[in-house]
């Protein structure tokens, strides 16, 4: 089975997080391009953007969540295939995209707080 196909489908005994950052590379502030010569500057450039996810998603799993919601975002990819490949690997389900408007409700009825950044 692919790893997309492993996904995780039930937990018992959730922690949830309430998330309202990225799960994807970070993208630059202003319209940059950037020019890449060879081989070894693209594999240095995904080697980082794999450090960087695997860290979130590391920082994720000691916190002792094995539930994340993440709040849907309009600037870039909430959640790319990567780190939900990471999350599925750390035995971790996740609901992504959520409303902008429904993060209030969800937090009282969870009783839990949104985290807006990995530090917190």
């Keep these: 089975k692919q790893w997309y196909q492993r996904r ?18 970070p993208k630059t502030d202003m319209d940059n391009q950037v020019v890449i010569s060879d081989y070894t500057q693209m594999d240095r450039i995904l080697r980082e953007e794999r450090a960087y996810i695997l860290d979130l998603c590391k920082k994720i799993k000691k916190s002792g969540a094995n539930v994340i919601l993440i709040q849907k975002s309009i600037l870039r990819d909430a959640l790319n295939d990567m780190a939900l490949h990471f999350l599925t690997k750390m035995k971790v389900m996740v609901v992504k995209d959520i409303e902008r408007d429904e993060i209030d409700f969800i937090s009282r009825t969870l009783g839990c707080r949104p985290i807006a950044s990995a530090e917190e």
């Excluded at 995780?8 to 590379?25: D, M, N, T």
């Design 8 to 25: 995780v489908r039930g937990v018992e005994r959730a922690k949830v997080a309430l998330i309202q950052f990225c799960l994807s590379p």
